[in-house]
């Protein structure tokens, strides 16, 4: 059963500008924090940014900070992820991730720890 879907995803050239949506189904528990990780072909999956329940506190990888923003819906579980000055090397698949884990621990989680996963969303960025 989908709990948690992206959308946004696409095609762009490099220096544009992206903005990924996802939403939950309700199933998960609403004090969830969310997040994103990416996995580019041949890759492992990676840390891209979290934010905690009441959006008070944001985690991002240094690869995008100053050029992601993350932010949350406070109505429902609803995470978006603005992205700006995309690079080639950006491509990869995004995840939507929500778990009871707090935000400052998303930096160095093992990803198979993390509950609540979307089914990924696809981001390519051209030169």
């Known amino acids: 059963q989908v709990q948690l879907e992206e959308s946004g995803g696409g095609l762009v050239q490099a220096g544009g500008s992206l903005r990924l949506s996802c939403a939950d189904s309700g199933r998960i528990p609403r004090t969830s924090v969310m997040g994103w990780f990416r996995q580019a072909p041949g890759k492992e999956r990676e840390f891209v940014a979290a934010i905690s329940w009441g959006g008070t506190v944001t985690k991002y990888a240094d690869s995008v900070r100053g050029r992601f923003t993350i932010s949350r819906t406070g109505a429902k579980n609803t995470v978006f992820l603005q992205m700006n000055n995309l690079k080639v090397e950006d491509t990869a698949v995004y995840y939507c991730?929500?778990?009871?884990?707090?935000?400052?621990?998303?930096?160095?989680?093992?990803?198979?720890?993390?509950?609540?996963w979307g089914q990924g969303t696809q981001v390519t960025v051209s030169s």
């Open positions: 991730v929500a778990d009871g884990r707090a935000a400052t621990g998303w930096l160095n989680a093992n990803p198979n720890e993390l509950n609540y």
